[in-house]
């Protein structure tokens, strides 16, 4: 018996790795997530929802077909940043509406060899020259490191709700997208096969018909199916884990650092650790295109999203965090600068770093002896350390340069040393390129929700987005105006 049943996981574990798709992507192309002071590191992954029409299923569903087996004329129909944090506490999704303008960096796809050398234009272009592409350009825009991608098509979407067993959504009003097909009475419905990507795919449906509200929607599929997935009922049913793992390794394209089951279940795990009511869902927030008023641009307070996440900033916690270091945080300077001097030791990947802050240092006033080198070996955090009877020294050194008195560690060694971090990769004040992000503006304007929100419904649009006959309506009206059309699910 044991040996059946090992024989049995053996053979499943090889038709589940057989049904992954990888692709390889630039080593560092998105960047590289920073460690924690324990040494944890964040998970950053782009979720690439691709409108590729290359097979049969994706041909039916999209509405038309696709010749070409690669990402060549695809376009990134969703993307999602998904960052958990390094000590797997809380999660962000963060969405980037299709409709971004942005640069797009030189890319060239080795699986089509389809290259650019750059060019200004919609955000979700950049997949035609591979998923790689598409990861480079999301970083550049946010600065967000990303070293992981899980993409899937059409057919996918419908495969993962049909193998969680559908997903219960809930709509405000009668809606009938003509667009995406989607028709749904006013209430809830579980969602399965077609339904469920008529649901995602609607940007006609819901707030004001743009891809905006498009992505407000998917944040509600997606929370519900997690809501799904993490019930007793479906984690303890053996033949539903195995539908749903099946069916996600056969729906998803990945990175190669995510290309086998082994790696695939360790992101589960980890994603499985955060609970629902941690697990933020956010929209970039965008301003109209100054040249294109159906395009939009990220808006002033993305930044503040932006940073949030690359300092791996919760944003369930309702701001209450500290949103910038308290003077007592600070250590307090008790030595005139000229009586000071240091060692600046760059222990990041950047070069030149420890020349900058000596310079800043020495135009501060510091001693001129202070001098510079490379860090035995790279440090995720900024500290300084002092010798004996040097306190006073040191914490005038870290008040110059906003650095926290708990970066503070006392040496055997005579001297101030200040070793420059992965936490500090540019400007010449820690405390204004790596003090924590201000939550309240993260969320300002992003339509924020947490994943337990089972109660909230999706707002269908009040405005006539959708037409039947040439009639422009409100989604709602044509609903009452196909009553001879079956709606998408009872």
Same mark, same amino acid.
């Given at each position: ?316 916690? /309702?701001?209450?965090?500290? #949103? +910038?270091? !308290?003077? &007592?945080?600070?250590? =307090?300077? $008790?030595?005139? *600068? ?84 992965? /936490?500090?990769?540019?400007? #010449? +004040?820690? !405390?204004? &390129?790596?003090?924590? =992000?201000? $939550?309240?503006? *993260? ?48």
């Amino acid at each position: 018996m044991v040996l059946v049943t090992a024989g049995a996981g053996a053979w499943l574990y090889e038709h589940l790795n057989g049904n992954i798709k990888s692709v390889a992507i630039d080593d560092g192309a998105g960047g590289k997530e920073k460690a924690d002071a324990f040494g944890r590191t964040p998970i950053n992954v782009l979720v690439i929802g691709s409108d590729g029409r290359n097979n049969a299923a994706d041909c039916k569903l999209g509405g038309g077909c696709g010749s070409a087996s690669s990402t060549v004329g695809h376009n990134a129909d969703v993307e999602m940043v998904v960052h958990v944090s390094a000590d797997r506490s809380n999660a962000t999704v963060m969405s980037i509406p299709r409709d971004t303008m942005t640069d797009v960096p030189a890319c060239k796809d080795p699986d089509s060899s389809q290259s650019t050398v750059g060019y200004y234009g919609q955000i979700n272009s950049a997949l035609q020259y591979g998923p790689a592409c598409q990861v480079k350009t999301v970083h550049q825009l946010t600065g967000i490191p990303i070293d992981h991608f899980v993409m899937l098509d059409f057919s996918g979407v419908v495969k993962m709700s049909d193998a969680v067993g559908g997903v219960s959504v809930c709509v405000s009003d009668n809606v009938y997208d003509t667009y995406s097909h989607l028709k749904l009475s006013k209430g809830t419905h579980t969602l399965k096969g077609d339904a469920a990507l008529e649901f995602v795919r609607s940007r006609h449906g819901f707030g004001d018909g743009s891809d905006l509200g498009r992505t407000v929607s998917q944040h509600l599929f997606l929370s519900a199916m997690i809501r799904k997935f993490k019930s007793a009922g479906t984690l303890a049913d053996p033949a539903k884990v195995y539908s749903l793992a099946d069916a996600a390794t056969k729906a998803l394209t990945v990175d190669d650092g995510l290309g086998s089951v082994g790696k695939l279940v360790g992101l589960a795990t980890d994603l499985n650790k955060v609970p629902s009511k941690r697990m933020t869902f956010t929209t970039m927030q965008t301003g109209a295109d100054p040249t294109n008023a159906n395009r939009v641009v990220p808006a002033a307070a993305a930044k503040s999203l932006f940073a949030a996440i690359v300092n791996d900033q919760s944003l369930s916690d /309702d701001g209450k965090k500290k #949103t +910038s270091a !308290s003077p &007592s945080a600070t250590a =307090a300077a $008790t030595v005139p *600068a000229s009586e000071v001097t240091a060692q600046v030791e760059n222990g990041t990947t950047t070069s030149g770093r420890a020349s900058v802050i000596a310079n800043a240092l020495i135009a501060k006033g510091f001693g001129s002896g202070t001098s510079t080198g490379n860090a035995p070996q790279q440090s995720s955090k900024t500290t300084i350390t002092y010798g004996p009877g040097q306190k006073a020294q040191a914490q005038t050194l870290a008040s110059a340069l906003g650095v926290p008195a708990s970066h503070l560690t006392q040496g055997t060694t005579a001297g101030v040393v200040l070793v420059i971090g992965g /936490d500090w990769t540019t400007g #010449t +004040s820690y !405390s204004s &390129s790596s003090a924590p =992000a201000d $939550t309240h503006a *993260a969320v300002s304007d992003a339509h924020a929700q947490t994943a337990d929100k089972a109660k909230t419904c999706a707002k269908v649009s009040p405005y006539k987005t959708v037409e039947i006959n040439g009639v422009p309506m409100t989604p709602t009206q044509a609903y009452a105006a196909a009553s001879n059309k079956k709606d998408s699910a009872p």
